[in-house]
């Protein structure tokens, strides 16, 4: 039930986690300084919509992770061992990525990515990449918050 309940949230957590997280992914991406300036002080303009936009398609992109990426993984690796910290940070970072890689790989089929332009600048996706890797972090390490650490600790206790 622990786990049934550590998937469900993963949606949340997503959107939380990507919110949070969009300052620094505005900033990282600007090309030119849009900063206002008030009294020699510079000031930030973030875009309230953009937030919600980013927070909504990673709490979409994360039903699509969960059901196509985390229930195999899980089913894999409780098979093996329980399921640890380690574990789950790891397999969060990585289908934190699995957007990223889908949307690159159908852009490269259908055109978007010229394989005469293959591969793409490296330093263009190094803001998708860590977006990704953070909010799957964030998301690995609720989960086993959920779902892992009254397992582990029973199981230390027995």
């Known amino acids: 039930m622990r786990v049934l309940v550590g998937l469900v949230m ?12 969009f300052p620094v992914l505005e900033y990282t991406g600007r090309a030119v300084d849009y900063t206002d300036r008030v009294g020699g002080v510079h000031h930030v303009r973030y875009s309230s919509g953009g937030a919600a936009s980013v927070a909504f398609g990673a709490a979409l992109a994360a039903v699509f992770v969960v059901v196509f990426g985390a229930l195999p993984a899980i ?26 890689a889908c949307i690159l790989l159908l852009a490269t089929v ?9 591969p793409p ?4 996706l ?4 860590a977006f990704g890797t953070a909010v799957g972090l964030a998301c690995g390490a609720a989960f086993w918050g959920i779902a892992g650490i009254r397992r582990t600790a029973s199981a230390e206790v027995s």
């Open 126 to 129: 190094v803001r998708p990449i």
């Open 110 to 118: 259908n055109g978007g990515v010229g394989w005469e332009n293959w």
């Open 10 to 21: 993963q949606p949340l957590v997503a959107a939380a986690a990507a919110l949070a997280l």
């Open 75 to 100: 089913g894999w690796i409780s098979r093996r061992r329980p399921i640890t910290l380690a574990a789950s940070l790891i397999a969060g970072a990585v289908l934190g990525n699995l957007p990223v």
């Open 121 to 124: 600048p490296v330093l263009g």
